[in-house]
């Protein structure tokens, strides 16, 4: 029993001796740093991987768009909306600001749309028309197949049906009161080769010499030639060649005006202008609006309205071009590649 004691206590010596070893302790040290070292290492590495991350996966669609009063729109939603209506990122910019100003005044004229309005509006879109019956189950399996290839969750696309009718509400209640007659303009236009020779009739034109007189002498249409360049009366709100007369006084020529060919595959305007011309107004007077310009005058009228909506808000846009072309590239992501299968 003494040795065993004894033993103990000389185990006892050598442990305290070996942890007291100055080379024990200078390596325990090392090793405390290099665990250090390298748990330092590794934070920072996750730290540096995961502003990376956040820097390109997060940031971006954190990044407010559009600001509407006391609403913000911010990048990822804004993505959802232009890829769901497959619209660019400038188009989308106009068509969510266009979206907030019609809910504004849907609110101020007291428009509601109600939830069985909404069904039904899905309802006439599953089936195709509005005279056309489908089941439960054939409406459930298309309403499915929607969402999934939209992308969007029923709420969402609901929102989206909720603000169609809403626009189609609206409308009807701007163009309530447009009355059966509008201001018209009786518009004749000459048409010529070059430039040059539309400026030396506007010219003619402008230094009094009669309109009229001009037209049958220098219009390259036959029926320019027979009827002066009649083109008819025009509503306000009606264009001619993507041009309003109204623009322009009565009794004055316009200025020379290009009329582009789209259909052309050069990329160079000159090249692409198919012909010039002036527009010519003689006289504006009251009378019934023709039904063929009916749609297109109720249109310009609820855009003006739009336009004076505009005044009303807030409106601040974070856009500038390099965000636009990295928007679009985001776009581009994720469409399905076609596959050339000509020749």
């Keep these: 029993m003494p040795q065993s004691s004894e033993k103990k206590k000389v185990d006892r010596d050598q442990i305290q001796t070996h942890k007291s070893n100055p080379a024990v302790l200078k390596e325990r040290k090392s090793n405390r740093i290099t665990y250090l070292i390298i748990s330092l290492v590794i934070v920072i590495v996750v730290i540096l991987v995961g502003i990376g991350y956040y820097q390109q996966y997060v940031r971006p669609f954190q990044r407010t768009v559009i600001t509407f009063d006391d609403t913000v729109i911010k990048m990822g939603y804004f993505l959802d909306r232009a890829r769901t209506s497959g619209n660019s990122g400038m188009s989308t910019l106009q068509f969510l600001t266009n979206e907030m100003c019609i809910k504004e005044g849907v609110k101020r004229y007291g428009i509601a ?9 899905l309802r006439v879109q599953a089936a195709g028309g509005d005279n056309v019956t489908i089941t439960d189950a054939e409406f459930h399996e298309w309403y499915r197949q929607q969402l999934n290839d939209k992308k969007i969750s029923s709420t969402r696309y ?11 509400s609206l409308r009807e209640y701007v163009i309530k009161d447009l009355p059966a007659t509008r201001e018209h ?22 230094a009094g010499e009669s309109y009229f007189k001009v037209a049958r002498e220098i219009s390259l249409a036959a029926i320019g030639e027979e009827s002066e360049g009649e083109y008819g009366w025009i509503p306000k709100g009606a264009e001619v060649l993507n041009q309003d007369p109204f623009l322009w006084e009565a009794g004055k020529a316009s200025q020379v005006l290009a009329y582009m060919d789209e259909s052309a595959s050069t990329t160079s305007t000159n090249s692409n202008i198919a012909f010039y011309y002036l527009i ?15 749609a297109e005058v109720k249109n310009t009228i609820f855009e003006k309205w739009l336009v004076d909506e505009y005044e009303l808000h807030d409106i601040h846009y ?15 992501k994720n469409k399905p590649k076609t596959s050339d299968t000509s020749g």
Excluded: C, F
């Design 113 to 121: 749309v109600t939830p069985q309005e909404i069904d039904n509006a």
């Design 158 to 168: 609901r929102d989206m049906i909720s603000v169609a009718l809403m626009e189609t």
């Design 185 to 206: 303009a009786h518009v004749y236009i000459i048409y010529l080769n070059t430039y040059e020779e539309a400026v030396a009739v506007k010219e003619r034109i402008d």
């Design 280 to 294: 010519y107004t003689s006289e504006v007077a009251n009378r019934e609006i023709e039904a063929g310009y009916l």
């Design 318 to 332: 974070n856009y500038d071009s390099e965000i636009d072309k990295w928007v679009n590239w985001q776009l581009t």
